[in-house]
């Protein structure tokens, strides 16, 4: 009798597998790549994907946080701790760095989150970076469901949707001339229940605030802001204390919290195979200055 055996790859499989081309790719191709990493679960699992790639050997790039000063305290803890353990160089793009020499101005209401565009644009042409890994999902937002794995930038490190290279067959176009670059998403096709199950199954490391936590809040336009030295609550909004975690991780200023009792990562896994809202449209502020806000800004030059 003769035996066959099946082998079949699982969705986190071929996911991982697809990413794990594309790091090798992007190192092969061009010259001087880096990882973008804030902390938040995307990034995270992005350099796990990036270690993975690239063992036994290191990491053969650098990782940078553009640092608006109005992180979570709780993420910059968990961003350097990370960093530290894998021995990689860590660049910090800074906005209040930015501010105060005069490159960029904050706006009246105080968000930071435009005027990152420009440090990070500076960060680029002062590192000569020719590729960024960002941690952007196509299931996140509808600008970011038009963009290829690939996604070239000019000399301006402007994006144009309407410009972009085919991918037939898994098959990237790395080329660009002297001052242009390119940005590269490897969790493209993964969803945020992927990034969940795939930190489960490789017991990644997260940081606490992705866990549901009491915490001092507020009612804003629908959604629940913590009550922070960078977002406080106007007149007439009452603070109340609720059970909350957070979807997403961006700017303490402008990212909402949802009520949940997820307090593990299994639980978090249920939450969001239920949930029919993905992260950004329930918990960033900045989604909703207006119907094109994101790509707006990632014509601009925005990751």
Not at 143 to 148: F, L, N, S
Request: hydrophobic share 40%.
């Amino acid at each position: 009798m003769t035996m066959t055996h099946e082998y079949q790859l699982t969705q986190l499989d071929v996911l991982e597998s697809e990413a794990l081309h594309i790091f090798r790719e992007v190192a092969a191709e061009l010259e001087r790549p880096v990882l973008l990493f804030s902390g938040g679960k995307d990034s995270i699992v992005m350099l796990r994907l990036a270690e993975k790639a690239f063992w036994p050997a290191p990491i053969p790039f650098p990782v940078m946080h553009v640092d608006t000063g109005h992180n979570f305290p709780e993420v910059l803890e968990f961003r350097d701790r990370r960093v530290a353990e894998l021995g990689v160089q860590l660049i910090v793009a800074s906005v209040p760095e930015a501010i105060e020499r005069g490159l960029v101005r904050e706006e009246p209401n105080g968000s930071r989150n435009r005027i990152q565009t420009p440090v990070l644009l500076e960060a680029v042409e002062k590192h000569r970076f020719t590729a960024l890994f960002g941690g952007a999902r196509r299931d996140e937002e509808k600008a970011r469901a038009k963009e290829r794995v690939f996604s070239f930038r000019d000399d301006f490190g402007q994006w144009d949707p309407k410009n972009q290279r085919p991918e037939l067959w898994n098959l990237y176009n790395g080329r660009i001339h002297v001052g242009e670059s390119i940005r590269v998403f490897p969790l493209s096709n993964w969803t945020e229940l992927d990034v969940w199950q795939y930190i489960a199954r490789e017991g990644i490391d997260v940081p606490s605030i992705y866990f549901a936590h009491e915490r001092e809040v507020f009612e804003r336009d629908g959604m629940v802001f913590s009550a922070n030295e960078f977002c406080k609550p106007r007149d007439g909004e009452e603070t109340f204390t609720a059970k909350v975690r957070y979807r997403t991780v961006g700017d303490a200023s402008l990212t909402a919290a949802v009520r949940s009792d997820a307090d593990t990562i299994d639980k978090i896994i249920e939450e969001v195979a239920a949930t029919r809202l993905t992260e950004r449209g329930a918990t960033r502020g900045d989604d909703r200055v207006s119907e094109a806000a994101m790509e707006d800004r990632k014509k601009e030059g925005y990751f």
